[in-house]
């Protein structure tokens, strides 16, 4: 794991592969679709984000119900 952001009922992580970019996954509460995975369900374990895949995020941020990424 190269990052960690938990929200009020959620987690966000960034997993940094050496030759194939990051990967993110979320688990949590989803209520509001802060898990980013298309759906409002919620997840018991990590679920990958795949419109993340090859995007390069600089910052990940959560709240109670939201999740920020900033890509360069």
């Not at 298309?38 to 119900?65: H, T």
């Amino acid at each position: 794991m190269a990052d960690i952001e938990c929200g009020g009922y959620h987690t966000v992580v960034r997993v940094k592969k050496h030759h194939h970019g990051n990967q993110y996954y979320s688990w949590g509460t989803n209520d509001h679709g802060q898990l980013g995975i298309g759906s409002f369900d919620s997840q018991s374990y990590p679920v990958e984000i795949k419109k993340l895949r090859y995007k390069n995020i600089v910052k990940i941020a959560a709240g109670a119900s939201f999740t920020l990424f900033l890509s360069d």
